[in-house]
């Protein structure tokens, strides 16, 4: 065979080797586009899907809110005593009424805001305040509450920190959950809420407490909805398991983070960090 033969057999088999190669990848083309075709269509329909329960979240809240209330309005009525005296043990049966009728409007109001983050329709409305100021309203508003003497609720007292500009409610909403949870856990000791500045322009909030603590396998999923932890106090207090999952979606709208840092029989600390001025908030 002279060069010119071999040379020309080369070029054969290497344009054979090409057209092999080209239709290798337009299979691989065709295959690239119909999985992402397929991707597509199933993102619509996780989009549907996480659409039409915010939206039966919301519509079954509103929905449950009368009854709730007017289950309250009678037992508050009966505990009054507005129509009479009752018997001690009419007593204890009417506050257990009112204590499981305030649970379920808890848990009614935790699904509503969680259907609200979910769809988007959650407002922030950011405004200078002072620290003190939220740490003597959550004290006011846990001290009705604290029926465990041997469990105190400790606000220390805040140190060079400056005003903030935030969502006060909401940042209040993700500490009154950690507060609450760690009254529910902690049988005795204490529940200690503090803030220290963070690094530059943000500011860390922490709920220390002297409870039953958490493993370490549920670390990762007790900001996630429904997570609860197992442990034998837990089977005696009800709950939905939303109250963390939806402190973190709400210090996520805040430009912050939450933390946890536990270990089982020594308690456990919440946090959630936020800037002191809320980003592309407009403030003055």
Same mark, same amino acid.
Not at 154 to 173: A, G, M, N, Y
């Given at each position: 065979?002279?060069? !010119?033969?071999?040379? &020309?057999?080369?070029?054969?088999?290497? +344009? =054979?080797? $090409?057209? /092999?190669?080209?239709?290798?990848?337009?299979?691989?083309?065709?295959?690239?586009?119909?999985?992402?075709?397929?991707?597509?269509?199933?993102?619509?329909?996780?989009?549907?899907?996480?659409?039409?329960?915010?939206?039966?979240?919301?519509?079954?809240?509103?929905?449950?809110?009368?009854?709730?209330?007017?289950?309250?309005?009678?037992?508050?009525?009966?505990?009054?005593?507005?129509?009479?005296?009752? !018997?001690?043990?009419? &007593?204890?049966?009417?506050?257990?009424? +009112? =204590?499981? $009728?305030? /649970?379920?409007?808890?848990?009614?109001?935790?699904?509503?805001?969680?259907?609200?983050?979910?769809?988007?329709?959650?407002?922030?409305?950011?405004?200078?305040?002072?620290?003190?100021d939220l740490f003597s309203a959550l004290r006011g508003m846990f001290k009705?509450?604290?029926?465990?003497?041997?469990?105190?609720?400790?606000?220390?007292?805040?140190?060079?920190?400056?005003?903030?500009?935030?969502?006060?409610?909401?940042?209040?909403?993700?500490?009154?959950?950690?507060?609450?949870?760690?009254?529910?856990?902690?049988?005795?000791?204490?529940?200690?809420?503090?803030?220290?500045?963070?690094?530059?322009?943000?500011?860390?909030?922490?709920?220390?407490?002297?409870?039953?603590?958490?493993?370490?396998?549920?670390?990762?999923?007790?900001?996630?909805?429904?997570?609860?932890?197992?442990?034998?106090?837990?089977?005696?207090?009800?709950?939905?398991?939303?109250?963390?999952?939806?402190?973190?979606?709400?210090?996520?709208?805040?430009?912050?983070?939450?933390?946890?840092?536990?270990?089982?029989?020594?308690?456990?600390?919440?946090?959630?960090?936020?800037?002191?001025?809320?980003?592309?908030?407009?403030?003055?």
């Amino acid at each position: 065979m002279s060069d !010119t033969d071999s040379l &020309a057999a080369k070029l054969a088999h290497a +344009q =054979q080797e $090409a057209q /092999e190669l080209r239709a290798e990848l337009e299979e691989t083309n065709r295959g690239v586009l119909a999985l992402y075709a397929e991707l597509d269509s199933q993102a619509d329909q996780l989009r549907l899907a996480t659409e039409l329960k915010s939206r039966f979240l919301a519509y079954m809240s509103h929905e449950f809110r009368t009854p709730i209330n007017s289950i309250r309005s009678i037992a508050r009525l009966l505990i009054d005593r507005v129509d009479g005296p009752l !018997t001690e043990e009419q &007593a204890k049966q009417v506050e257990f009424i +009112q =204590q499981n $009728a305030t /649970e379920f409007a808890e848990m009614v109001d935790d699904l509503l805001d969680l259907a609200k983050v979910e769809a988007g329709r959650v407002e922030i409305s950011p405004a200078w305040f002072e620290m003190v100021d939220l740490f003597s309203a959550l004290r006011g508003m846990f001290k009705p509450v604290l029926t465990n003497p041997a469990v105190n609720l400790v606000f220390e007292e805040p140190q060079d920190i400056p005003k903030l500009f935030t969502d006060d409610r909401k940042l209040s909403q993700i500490l009154r959950n950690f507060i609450s949870n760690a009254l529910k856990f902690t049988a005795k000791g204490e529940v200690r809420v503090a803030a220290r500045l963070e690094g530059p322009g943000h500011i860390t909030f922490s709920v220390a407490d002297t409870g039953i603590g958490i493993a370490p396998e549920y670390h990762g999923a007790i900001f996630q909805d429904f997570a609860q932890v197992k442990s034998p106090l837990q089977k005696r207090l009800r709950g939905t398991g939303l109250g963390l999952s939806l402190s973190k979606k709400l210090a996520e709208l805040l430009g912050g983070t939450v933390g946890l840092s536990s270990e089982p029989g020594k308690g456990s600390v919440f946090s959630v960090t936020i800037p002191l001025q809320l980003e592309g908030a407009g403030a003055p």
